[in-house]
């Protein structure tokens, strides 16, 4: 009767273990599936993770060679839809049975712990994980590695059992092996160690600390900090939708989605908050604020490359079009620092866009992010370098998510198109002078309409009217470019010079602007012309912006 | 060895055993053509303590590669020699013949006969240089190692890690002496680090009348001295997407430095208001101060007329003083980096069309004059139509190493090149590794390569502490 009533309870506790496995299970790929994903993307970009023995040699140079050789490993599969959520998932929930195995099997006085006491700390140490990887930056390693210290435990806690100096043996080497595996997941296996055989453990803890840790700092050239927490520990995060979404439409802009850049960006509430035009602006927190720059941006990149830049450049207020971004010696914020090239290579700057995807490319762990790889090989494919085509190219056929990508590539007739767009000029410029960019690609190809809409639209957020009427006299003379934007930029200079109506009849091809300029005078600044660029002439303080 | 070479061995042997079945050649096709290897070690000049030269005969199935008496057979194009045999091959052979059969698409070809020459002036048997992304002006994460070129054994010098993710300079040692040597780490608590004998000093090499910090150095043979340049180095992107960078200096002049007594000693011919001075070098007997110099030019705009001609200047080391009269040895074209051999008999610069920085000018070439004679040797056998620049001489002055782009354009790689007692070059090597494919891999340039006579004596860890030291103040 003892018995079977003992055995009705370890069955009910196992139903519930299986229901906060399979609640953990569903809740944990939803959320990082539905709410998250974009997050993966990132996170397996940066990386390049090579299928060459030489690559995976480079892991020993440093602790955690094991955690970080699965971890990067299964990390670059991030690349495609739903692995990251489910690669993650079934990493945490080993982790999370890993834990309740080991915490289970430790005794205090002679009596295993209480299975929901352990069923609860495991379950924190998998929620202290989970949040760990909503941020950015963490990586799949440093969970493997924590796994790694666990299943060591695992393995080697029954030989603790023995006498003290097969015991002492166990555990020292047990150290060594798990720090040389798994970095820092030797913390957990010492601590549960301690538990299990704290009389051993503690000369184990106070050698690896004091005697093992300090002469291992020349060896893998770390700092003391770096060497306890290789490959890498996080403090607690709370969910970023803000970056989120940043991921989502730089995933969509370097995919080529842009029709759903342009979705997201209209569904986007921090740009809507922008676009009461004129009235009083809704406080951005700073990281708000930047991921509103880089929205924008990634925003107009599309609506230029589609050739609508100026239709929709009164859309939100202010505006940003990275034109007037220093990119030598930079301190912009990570992402829009990462995302430069994109302009450069978009306008037909190869030179910058290839030292912006450099630049990119150092700017994360390891120096090596794959997309940036990627441009740098569309860049050598532009400028029809093949040594460079080769070198990058020969990189990404090494990859499981680029290799097809990178077969193909050479063949790619739109690097041939992009060629045209060129920068033919020779100069060299210390500063990032846009305008100077922008000018020597319309000298080289009075056609680059993308370098050209920029050049306008960036006089225009300036409310430089005279410069804009020179350029748009210079560019524009021979293949007119009739925009509302630009007519009704040319109405403003036109009114500023008095001009007759034969200069009117020149320049104003479109005859409800002039219609619509007649209205706005009479009515002032009515709301209802937000979206000309006379009420943002007139309105709208570049100034405190 | 070091323990991942170890480990490298344990994994090759372990795949030896698993591949223990390599295909013999059979129905073997004789070819003309030379066997495409990478790197291209075919008909080089090699010293006799070279590690092993690992290539990998790209698109093979399996290879068989017969050098001297040695035969080694492989699946896949990675030919790798074990470090006793290959050692036995280059002391018993001058001439090394080697000859690739490969299996590809399922036949077997024999290529072209090609030789290694093996000379018995030894190398110097450790190298070292800077790892750091081709960007120039933005970096993160830069290590200076050393090589041991003897075997692949490799160490680190100064790594971010320890060092804070600071800049770090190149790493220059004083008449190959790995005792004496010094480099730079950037930043806030930065300064020289200076190594006499495995002691690491800090030095602040600036007075508050020199245009900048120090940047481009060498030593006095006796050690005592460093002659260093002061620039101001501004880097400009090319719009021309082939050229990529331009930096150049707006002002920069030379000085020399006390390292006994902390003194600047500067000279008004090497800090010329109206010219730029720079890449200065000391003459091995130390009797004479080599540097590049160009009038100032209004830049960036015309940037393209900074021509800086090789001159040299006198220096007493006895009395710590500089000359007055100014020889000019070579004004052809825009010169970079001039090294005088040990011996004295030459002297090796970088040639391009103009500027002071050419990583990035594919016509940057080495040229080298005799000092005798005044004869230029333009060195046809060893450059390439990229950039070879940075280079250094071995003690012996039989050898000197340079960084070359000319495998794909961007990233900078060791090349050795053998020069015989009468002055004449040989084709250059690249620096061999363990897994020939290493290059393909790797997204540093090795920059400022040096050779040095042993190894040196400090590590990272030294740097670091180094760092958190005052730092030696100098004065006028």
Redesign the interface.
């Known amino acids: 009767m003892f018995i079977k009533m003992e055995k009705r309870k370890g069955n009910i506790k196992d139903l519930w273990l299986m229901l906060v496995i399979i609640g953990f299970v569903v809740v944990c790929f939803c959320f990082f599936q539905l709410l998250y994903s974009y997050h993966f993307y990132f996170k397996g970009q940066n990386q390049l993770f090579?299928m060459?023995?030489?690559?995976v040699?480079m892991l020993?140079?440093k602790p955690a060679w094991a955690a970080c050789l699965a971890g990067e490993f299964l990390t670059q599969f991030y690349y495609y839809d739903m692995a990251g959520a489910t690669i993650l998932t079934i990493s945490l929930t080993v982790l999370f049975w890993l834990a309740y195995q080991a915490l289970g099997s430790l005794r205090f006085k002679n009596q295993k712990l209480n299975r929901w006491v352990v069923l609860i700390a495991a379950l924190l140490i998998t929620m202290r994980e989970v949040s760990c990887h909503l941020y950015y930056g963490y990586m799949l390693s440093s969970t493997f590695a924590l796994m790694g210290g666990l299943l060591m435990f695992l393995i080697l806690h029954r030989l603790m059992e023995c006498r003290w100096p097969w015991a002492l043996m166990v555990v020292l080497s047990g150290t060594l092996l798990c720090y040389w595996l798994f970095g820092y997941g030797v913390w957990a296996f010492l601590f549960l160690s301690v538990f299990a055989v704290w009389k051993v453990t503690a000369p184990v803890v106070v050698t690896f600390v004091f005697c093992l840790l300090p002469f291992m700092?020349?060896?893998y050239?770390?700092?003391f900090t770096?060497l306890c927490q290789y490959p890498g520990v996080e403090s607690f995060h709370a969910p970023d939708f803000l970056k989120e979404t940043d991921f989502h439409m730089m995933h969509s802009y370097e995919t080529g989605d842009w029709d759903d850049v342009v979705k997201t960006a209209e569904a986007d509430p921090l740009l809507n908050i922008l676009t009461e035009k004129g009235s009083a602006q809704k406080k951005l927190t700073q990281e708000a604020q930047v991921s509103s720059t880089i929205r924008r941006f990634l925003y107009n990149l599309v609506q230029a490359q589609k050739g609508i830049l100026p239709d929709v450049l009164m859309e939100y207020y202010p505006n940003y079009l990275g034109t007037f971004t220093s990119m030598?010696?930079?301190n912009l914020p990570m992402l829009m620092f990462m995302n430069l090239h994109e302009f450069y290579y978009a306008i037909g700057?190869?030179?910058?866009a290839?030292?912006g995807a450099?630049?990119s490319?150092?700017?994360v762990p390891?120096?090596?992010n794959a997309n940036t790889i990627k441009r740098l090989a569309e860049?050598a494919l532009?400028?029809n370098?093949q040594?460079?085509v080769?070198?990058f190219l020969?990189?990404l056929r090494?990859t499981i998510p680029y290799k097809d990508w990178a077969e193909s590539a050479p063949n790619d007739k739109r690097y041939r198109q992009k060629a045209q767009f060129?920068?033919?000029?020779?100069?060299?410029?210390?500063s990032?002078d846009s305008y100077n960019?922008m000018t020597?690609l319309l000298r080289s190809n009075p056609k680059n309409e993308v370098a050209l809409d920029y050049l306008l639209c960036s006089q225009l957020l300036k409310k430089d009217i005279d410069s804009f009427k020179r350029d748009y006299d210079l560019y524009c003379t021979e293949c007119p470019r009739i925009r509302k934007l630009y007519q009704e930029a040319l109405c403003i200079w036109l009114m500023k010079q008095k001009a007759t109506e034969e200069e009117w009849q020149k320049y104003i091809k479109d005859k409800q602007v002039r219609n619509r300029m007649e209205e706005y005078i009479r009515e002032g600044a009515n709301p209802r012309f937000a979206d000309t660029y006379w009420f943002y002439f007139d309105i709208f303080n570049i100034d405190t912006h | 060895m070091k323990?991942?070479d170890i480990?490298?061995d344990m994994?090759f042997a372990l795949l030896m055993m698993l591949t223990a079945c390599t295909p013999v050649p059979h129905d073997v096709k004789q070819s003309k053509q030379e066997a495409e290897i990478y790197p291209d070690y075919k008909d080089v000049t090699i010293p006799v303590n070279i590690a092993p030269m690992n290539f990998v005969m790209r698109g093979a199935d399996a290879v068989e590669v017969k050098a001297g008496d040695l035969t080694i057979r492989s699946r896949g194009g990675h030919v790798e020699f074990g470090m006793r045999e290959w050692r036995r091959l280059l002391e018993e052979n001058d001439t090394i013949e080697v000859e690739v059969t490969a299996l590809k698409n399922g036949q077997w070809t024999a290529y072209k006969l090609f030789y290694w020459y093996v000379v018995r002036d030894s190398i110097d048997s450790y190298l070292t240089y800077r790892l750091i992304?081709?960007?120039y002006?933005?970096?993160?994460?830069l290590q200076i190692k050393q090589r041991c070129v003897e075997n692949f054994d490799e160490y680190?010098l100064a790594?971010y890690?320890?060092q804070d993710n600071r800049c770090m300079n190149c790493h220059t040692p004083g008449s190959q002496n790995p005792q004496l040597s010094m480099l730079y780490v950037r930043g806030n608590g930065g300064g020289a680090i200076l190594n006499q004998n495995g002691r690491l000093r800090k030095l602040d090499i600036k007075t508050p009348d020199m245009v900048a910090t120090s940047t481009y150095f060498q030593f006095a043979p006796s050690g005592r001295y460093i002659v260093f340049s002061s620039n101001v180095v501004?880097?400009?992107?090319?719009?021309?997407?082939?050229?990529?960078?331009?930096v150049y200096d707006t002002e920069s002049d030379v000085y020399v430095a006390d390292l006994e007594t902390n003194r600047i000693i500067c000279s008004q011919r090497l800090s010329d208001p109206d010219q730029l001075e720079t890449f200065p070098a000391f003459s091995p007997d130390g009797r004479y101060i080599y540097y590049c110099t160009s009038p100032k030019v209004k830049l960036?705009e015309d940037?393209k007329s900074l021509k800086y001609i090789l001159a040299r200047i006198p220096f007493d080391e006895a009395t710590g003083t500089i000359g007055t009269q100014v020889d000019t040895l070579f004004t052809e074209r825009s010169v970079c980096h001039p090294r005088v051999s040990p011996d004295g008999e030459r002297i090796l610069f970088t040639v391009q069309d103009y500027g002071t920085f050419p990583i990035w000018h594919k016509e940057a070439d080495l040229w080298m004059m005799n000092l005798r004679t005044g004869m230029v040797d333009t060195l046809q056998m060893v450059n390439s139509d990229?950039s070879d620049t940075y280079h250094s001489w071995s003690s012996n002055s039989r050898w000197f190493v340079f960084a070359s782009k000319r495998?794909?354009?961007?990233?900078g790689k060791p090349y050795f090149c053998y020069v015989d007692s009468k002055g004449k070059a040989y084709k250059p090597f690249c620096l061999p590794q363990q897994?020939p494919?290493?290059y393909?891999?790797c997204?540093?340039s090795f920059n400022a390569p040096e050779m040095i006579r042993g190894k040196i004596p400090f590590?990272?860890?030294d740097v670091?502490n180094a760092l958190s030291l005052p730092a030696e103040p100098f004065k006028r």
């Open positions: 090579l060459s023995w030489s690559y040699s020993f140079d700092r020349s060896h050239n770390l700092t770096g030598i010696g930079t700057d190869i030179s910058r290839e030292r450099f630049m490319c150092v700017s390891g120096n090596r860049c532009v400028k370098d040594k460079a080769e070198k020969g990189l090494q060129i920068n033919l000029q020779d100069s060299i410029s210390p990032e960019i020597q | 323990r991942k480990y490298i994994a992304e081709p960007g002006s933005v970096w993160n994460r680190a790594d890690n320890l501004v880097p400009a992107v090319r719009s021309l997407a082939q050229k990529r960078l331009e960036p940037y990229m495998d794909d354009g961007l990233y897994d494919t290493f393909d891999d997204l540093k590590n990272a860890v670091a």
